[in-house]
């Protein structure tokens, strides 16, 4: 992930390619149109971003990131090749930093955090709201962190920190301050052992035991099952959306959690809406592909009702797009 570097590449490969030849980068950050810059026109016309996510193996999203010069051809006969001979899901996104599920996906992770800070909230009890109850993985946000690596986490938290052009998106990109600490500590998560989770072996026969993170002492302990009337009411509900109503009717602590959590990420994805894609469906789309969520941020809005919603967003001093 290192503009020079790609830019030497791909000097080198230009002075070998065929004319008709596509070239491509996997970044997940860079500027497409700054890898290419120095390319000659055929090049560029046949260069563009495929950022694939990891694993690909697995992982359904693609998203095509077609630079200022791209062909408009070569992005046809990449989207069709992409889907049908790879299998992928396609989303055409802009030429942004992050693109767009890693964009969106990162600012709520960040807004989570500070929500957890803000409420009081355990690393246990963010998890039990923001993952099957939500419409989202059972990593919910900690353990998908973790599993991420929070070095890693923080580098991509970065790209748009450094190059977004909005004084208040850049203050919303900084590392939380539990970040640094963990970082500091070298807990990144998974790859290190810990991070806001550790997994302790258990004497010999016993299983092991899943310990996670006080924030406040900074110590471990056995992992809590939160319990609460929102989240028994969107487990005995069938299908996400039912499920995301059931939490955020009930009117507990956790539903005022899943609301602050919910509501940051709604406003944002349509603020970005023209500027990291073009449309509701691509957005939507990366999020379910990328993120394993169940509906993306505008199925999302939709099931909860945009009327509704805006009323209370409205209400608390949210800003909402006049498009919406």
Known sequence: ERLDIKRELMARLESVRNPRAIVSTNTSGISVNGIAEERGEGFRGHFLGTHFFNPPRYMKLLELIPAEDTLPEVVAFMREFCERRLGKGVVIARDTPNFIANRIGTYGLLATLDEMVRGGYTVEEVDAVTGPAMGRPKSAT??????????????????????????AERAAFETPEVLRELLARGWLGEKSGQGFYKKVRGAPGEPSVIQALNLKTMEYAKAARPAGASLEAAKRAKGAAAKLNALLAAGDRYSQLAWNVLAPVLL???????????????????????????????????AIGVRTSCERMKAEGRAIPAWV
């Open 142 to 167: 900690f353990r998908t962190l973790d599993l991420v690596g929070l070095d890693t986490f923080v580098h991509v938290a970065g790209n748009v920190r450094e190059r977004a052009k909005d004084a």
């Open 268 to 302: 944002y994805a349509a603020d970005k809406l023209g500027e990291i894609a073009d449309t509701v469906a691509d957005i939507d789309d990366a999020m379910r592909w990328g993120f394993n969520w169940e509906l993306g941020p505008f199925e999302a809005w939709d």
